[in-house]
């Protein structure tokens, strides 16, 4: 009996394996992705964060319907400001799962995963520095970090969410 249970484990850790080493890999990629995006010079980033504004445009509020911010009149910049938080949302989520995979829980998983974003954040903006045309910014490690807040957030209440699912709380 005591056999089976050895062989029953191994091929569990065997099938871990394949996951955890998936969920690094896409961390990897998605930095790398993040690494050329932020490697484009300032002309080619600014044509890019155009286009995406020119494309929503037709679907946002008039700009006295949102009270006259700063941000309606630069809704590029508004789309640029949120890129950096959506690409640190997803990164927060996808260091959350790869530290999960091998097995970091709960609070420390939290702490390394806003390290690692806020790294990451930091060393962006050092680079932008020797892109030509673009320039780090401070308020750009804030959004940044609220990113990776906020994904880990969501990540948390997915799993609240998907408890009370599982004990019959939420049907």
Known sequence: MNMKLVVISVAKRKKVFPVRLLSWV??????TFMFVLSHQDGITSNSLSESIANALKPYMPAPAALGG????????????????????????????????????????????????????????EIHQSFVPGRSPVAIDLIIDAAGGIFGLIFVYLISIIKEKIRIGVVK
Do not use: K, P, Q, W
């Open 69 to 124: 911010s700063m941000y309606t009149t630069d809704f590029n910049g508004l789309i640029r400001e949120f890129a950096h938080f959506l690409e640190f949302f997803i990164l927060a989520i996808l260091i959350h799962i790869a530290l999960y995979s091998c097995r970091v829980r709960e609070g420390r998983n939290a702490v390394l995963t806003l390290s690692i974003c806020l790294l990451c954040a930091a060393i962006d």
């Open 26 to 31: 896409l961390v990897a990629a998605y930095l």
